[in-house]
C-alpha cells in the first residue's frame, strides 16, 4: 500500500488502513500471547485501534506502532490488576460468609487459638523463640542460629521439642 505523502498523517483513512494493514496481525499475536486467550486479544487488539483513531491527530505516524502496543498492553495490564482485585475480593467475601454461616467453627477456632497460646507459652524459653522465630517471623534455621549465637542443630532440636510439645499438648484437649 503507498502512503498519501511524505508527511503521512494517521488520521487520513488510507494511513490508518496502511497502519492495520502493517500491525493487526503482529499486535493480535502479541496480546494472545499474553493473555492466552483469542477472543480477547481481538478485543484489546480493536481497542487500541480505536484508540488510535480517537487520537489520531496527537499521534505521528512513525509512532503508530508503539503507540498501539503500548495502549494494548497498558490496556492489558490493567484488566489484569482488576481481575486480581475481584479475586481477591471474592475470597474475601467467601472466606468471611463461610465463618459468619457457622458459629460453632467460630467458636472452636477462638478455643483452638487460646489452647496454642497456652501451648506456646508453656514451651521452654529456647524452644519458645526458635518457635517463633521460624512460624511467626519466617526466619530460616540459619537465620535463627546467628541471631541466637547458636548452632543449626540447636536450632533443629529445638524446634523438633517445641513441635513435639505442641503436637502432644494440642492433641490432648482436642
Known amino acids: 500500500?503507498?502512503?498519501?505523502?511524505?508527511?503521512?498523517?494517521?488520521?487520513?483513512?488510507?494511513?490508518?488502513?496502511?497502519?492495520?494493514?502493517?500491525?493487526?496481525?503482529?499486535?493480535?499475536?502479541?496480546?494472545?500471547?499474553?493473555?492466552?486467550?483469542?477472543?480477547?486479544?481481538?478485543?484489546?487488539?480493536?481497542?487500541?485501534?480505536?484508540?488510535?483513531?480517537?487520537?489520531?491527530?496527537?499521534?505521528?505516524?512513525?509512532?503508530?506502532?508503539?503507540?498501539?502496543?503500548?495502549?494494548?498492553?497498558?490496556?492489558?495490564?490493567?484488566?489484569?490488576?482488576?481481575?486480581k482485585v475481584k479475586l481477591k475480593y471474592k475470597n474475601h467475601v467467601d472466606h468471611k460468609s463461610t465463618t459468619n454461616e457457622n458459629p460453632d467453627f467460630l467458636l472452636q477456632e477462638k478455643e483452638f487459638k487460646a489452647q496454642l497460646k497456652n501451648a506456646i507459652e508453656n514451651l521452654k524459653e529456647g524452644e519458645r523463640e526458635v518457635f517463633l522465630l521460624n512460624r511467626i517471623e519466617k526466619k530460616k534455621f540459619r537465620e535463627i542460629a546467628e541471631i541466637l549465637d547458636i548452632s543449626i542443630k540447636t536450632v533443629e532440636k529445638r524446634m523438633s521439642k517445641a513441635l513435639s510439645k505442641l503436637k502432644e499438648e494440642l492433641a490432648v484437649k482436642l
Open 1 to 83: 500500500m503507498k502512503l498519501v505523502n511524505d508527511n503521512p498523517s494517521v488520521c487520513e483513512k488510507k494511513n490508518f488502513e496502511y497502519i492495520y494493514d502493517e500491525y493487526h496481525k503482529s499486535l493480535y499475536n502479541f496480546l494472545y500471547y499474553r493473555c492466552g486467550d483469542k477472543d480477547r486479544a481481538s478485543d484489546l487488539v480493536q481497542e487500541a485501534y480505536i484508540k488510535l483513531w480517537d487520537n489520531c491527530k496527537k499521534v505521528f505516524f512513525d509512532k503508530a506502532k508503539s503507540y498501539l502496543y503500548t495502549v494494548a498492553n497498558n490496556r492489558f495490564l490493567t484488566e489484569q490488576a482488576h481481575e
